[in-house]
């Protein structure tokens, strides 16, 4: 028999009734298949364990390790809660935390990454025919500690078993019925799109869309794994998402994302010599902090230079401050921060046979009066900085221009 991983996530298991959902789906889908369950917290809880975690610590920051203990807990409670209901009709449902699992990690308390998956466990479990219902977003570091993956850990968890298992698919089951071309919320003529590529999709989910992690996607397309992404509400076919040789028809365009969570970072007057670039982004670096599109303009002296780049809001304090504290060997003039932006991309591995593209993307926005603050590409995606207010307008226009409604 096949094995599926299928992966629930915290909208899926948000109260009693949907947890009896999903029992009914994994045990009709356990009469065609070998299946183990990853299922994340019920809906709102992980952050109700954050609010208990601050108010008991008062002013001080709860250590990371406790906070690992802590967050892991909502997992179990569903995957317990979860086994009782598949049982309760008639299945032989089992629970397993990370650590049961094989699941080790790095040991980097509320961001581990996995480092390896012994899945002996998993596989005598389901050999003697049990639905192995199992933990996400957790494993345990060499020594033993209990880690979490950071936010999403839980589709991370579902690809890494599913690669790891050499299963046949991973079915990630979620609020929408699939990955659409734009979000519904802003256009209500946004399509399903039926198959995807992994690149595409990973350009999607780095872009602003919050159907799928986008370290997930890295690994599914590393391990060559088949996805689906489909609601667990709805009994609808989802979205495949696959090798981009296994699209037969490839579309020029395939979606419009967006995020508004983009900072702008503006440094002006900076020496334009070598190695300055070097210190900004090393020290950004240093501290973590992910910068994504970067514009330089040579001032006409040829003596120095403004830098603009983007990082996420929630950064844009720290990456001032981080700034500001080499400015004596960075010497520049000027900082100024900008957080109301929003990023714009258009995406579609048909992009690297099709001229016009970018044209289009820039006409179409000029034509809306939305002027364009920084430029970025890659082979399947064009990227834009714009004003927030203009990000709906933008959207749609985009979604008509590349006849994607």
Do not use: W
């Amino acid at each position: 028999m096949k094995i599926i991983v299928m992966k629930f996530g915290g909208t899926s298991v948000a109260d009693i009734n949907r947890i009896k959902n999903v029992a009914s789906i994994i045990r009709n889908n356990f009469k065609k298949n070998k299946l183990v369950v990853v299922l994340s917290a019920m809906a709102g809880v992980t952050n109700k364990l954050i609010e208990m975690a601050n108010e008991v610590s008062c002013d001080n920051e709860p250590t990371e390790r406790e906070m690992d203990v802590l967050l892991s807990t909502g997992e179990q409670t569903t995957i317990a809660l979860t086994s009782m209901a598949i049982n309760a009709l008639g299945g032989k449902a089992i629970s397993l935390t990370g650590a049961q699992a094989g699941i080790v990690t790095d040991g980097e308390h509320t961001k581990a990454r996995i480092s390896n998956i012994s899945p002996d466990e998993v596989h005598r479990l389901l050999d003697e025919d049990h639905i192995v219902i199992l933990a996400g977003f957790q494993g345990s570091s060499p020594d033993g500690r209990i880690t979490t993956l950071g936010r999403g850990g839980s589709d991370i968890t579902a690809v890494a078993l599913a690669s790891s298992l050499k299963a046949d698919r991973c079915d990630i089951y979620t609020d929408v019925d699939g990955v659409y071309s734009t979000d519904p919320n802003i256009d209500q003529t946004a399509k399903k799109i039926e198959k995807i590529s992994y690149e595409e999709m990973l350009e999607m989910s780095s872009m602003g869309a919050k159907v799928l992690q986008t370290r997930s996607v890295e690994l599914a397309m590393k391990n060559n794994l088949s996805l689906q992404v489909l609601s667990s509400i709805t009994n609808l076919p989802g979205t495949m998402i696959v090798n981009e040789k296994d699209l037969i028809e490839k579309e020029v365009v395939s979606g419009v994302s967006y995020s508004d969570k983009e900072a702008k970072v503006t440094i002006s007057g900076v020496p334009d010599i070598p190695g300055i670039s070097a210190k900004i982004f090393g020290s950004l670096a240093d501290n973590n902090i992910n910068v994504d599109m970067i514009v330089q303009n040579i001032s006409q002296d040829g003596i120095t230079a403004n830098l603009t780049f983007t990082i996420q809001e929630n950064e844009m304090d720290l990456a001032k401050q981080i700034i500001e504290a080499n400015k004596s060997s960075i010497k520049y003039t000027s900082l100024s921060t900008n957080a109301n932006v929003s990023k714009i991309s258009v995406i579609g591995v048909g992009m690297k046979s099709q001229s016009g593209v970018a044209q289009k993307m820039f006409q179409t926005l000029a034509n809306k009066h939305i002027n364009i603050l920084a430029i970025s590409t890659s082979e399947i995606k064009i990227s834009v900085l714009i004003d927030k207010e203009y990000t709906h307008r933008a959207v749609k226009s985009l979604h008509i221009a590349y006849s994607l409604n």
